[in-house]
């Protein structure tokens, strides 16, 4: 018993596949600098200090709690 294999004919066309962008250290680089330089980043973020302050402040006692229990077992041995 003998079987057929059929191989179809590529109907696609072959085209250039568009590469993906790649970005540029330098080029990163200068765009971070000219934002920092040029845009009211400092300003917008000190409108948003009381909110950043709470979240610092809820951070640091999250991470005193967590570890809490470990300074005590090492404090009790």
């Not at 294999?5 to 072959?14: A, G, P, Q, R």
């Not at 200090?49 to 991470?63: C, H, M, P, Q, T």
């Amino acid at each position: 018993m003998q079987s057929k294999i059929i191989f179809f004919e590529n109907i696609f066309k072959m085209e250039t596949i568009d590469k993906p962008k790649t970005f540029h250290p330098a080029k990163l680089l200068h765009k971070f600098r000219r934002f920092i330089e040029d845009s009211d980043w400092d300003e917008r973020l000190l409108k948003y200090e009381k909110y950043i302050n709470w979240f610092s402040y809820g951070l640091i006692a999250a991470s005193a709690l967590f570890f809490l229990p470990v300074c005590i077992s090492i404090l009790t041995r």
